[in-house]
């Protein structure tokens, strides 16, 4: 954590944190690589989590989770950990994810703002998906931190959900970015002062695709952050998406085209200089009363 010479925490960092399912990739990550493995109906396993959530009061997203270890096909041949890695090479991404990473770090990188404050940028993920799977993802290198649900294993078997990440608790996980305390081992309840966490919500940019990232997008916006909703370039604007935008839950919303020139990149691309332009304005302001405390 980079502080100035007076103490203060330099908030020179810009954070992009992207929903994984639906924002980054078109599918559910364990349709792409678990169901497809195990030749397994994907609404009829949907209906199965469901009728859980409907009928024995699970949380939704334990509810498929518990599924991944006692439904009749995985008790027959349980899902090693290295497995769900392994699997990870057949997730579809949308159009130009691949080098998106870095086709933005590059356009950052060239504004003059970013030179003269050092102003980094830092990629998150925080998905209601499995950690295990994003581990093995070709992209993974890219992002500073992922938080996704997770196993306990044993001999790498699944036993027990140990982290449960769903849409409403991944607020938790926005908060642990803000104050830079970003293992599940630090606490994040007590209390920090702004100057002292590392990337304000100002600076940070929320990307999702539905209505579980409501309350991720809501914190972010609130705290001065930006939201931008996403849907499937095939299709036809979601009227869940729309509603976002027209409900103030989110700033904008773009087909998840991640090539070049589309309109979810001048869309990024504006939301970043936004944030630079504040921590060159912020970075300027802090020098002028550095200067003054000195000559008084």
């Not at 409907?54 to 497995?83: H, M, N, S």
């Not at 991944?170 to 002292?196: D, V």
């Amino acid at each position: 954590m980079k502080k100035e010479k007076s103490g203060k925490v330099k908030h020179n960092i810009v954070a992009l944190v992207y929903d994984f399912d639906g924002t980054l990739s078109p599918n559910n990550m364990q349709e792409d690589t678990i169901f497809k493995a195990y030749k397994i109906d994907k609404k009829k396993f949907w209906e199965k989590a469901h009728k859980l959530v409907v009928e024995k009061g699970y949380e939704r997203t334990l509810a498929y989770l518990k599924l991944l270890i006692w439904d009749p096909a995985f008790r027959k041949k349980p899902i090693r950990q290295d497995d769900l890695r392994k699997l990870a090479s057949q997730i579809e991404y949308y159009p130009g994810v691949q080098d998106y990473f870095d086709r933005i770090g590059n356009f950052v990188k060239k504004i003059p703002e970013v030179r003269e404050w050092d102003i980094q940028l830092e990629h998150y993920i925080v998905s209601g998906g499995i950690k295990d799977i994003l581990d093995g993802c070709d992209i993974i290198k890219h992002f500073k931190k992922v938080y996704a649900c997770e196993y306990e294993y044993q001999n790498g078997i699944p036993v027990f959900p140990k982290l449960v990440i769903n849409d409403t608790n991944k607020t938790q996980f926005l908060f642990r970015i803000n104050k830079g305390k970003l293992s599940l081992s630090q606490s994040i309840n007590t209390h920090m002062p702004a100057t002292q966490r590392r990337i304000p919500f100002r600076n940070m940019i929320y990307i999702g695709d539905g209505i579980t990232d409501v309350p991720s997008m809501t914190v972010t916006q609130k705290n001065g952050g930006s939201a931008i909703a996403v849907f499937d370039p095939r299709k036809k604007v979601p009227s869940t998406v729309r509603d976002m935008v027209r409900e103030k839950r989110a700033d904008h919303f773009a087909p998840a085209d991640f090539r070049e020139g589309s309109l979810l990149i001048k869309i990024l691309k504006r939301a970043i200089q936004k944030v630079v332009q504040h921590i060159s304005y912020q970075s300027s302001a802090n020098l002028s009363y550095d200067w003054v405390s000195r000559h008084g």
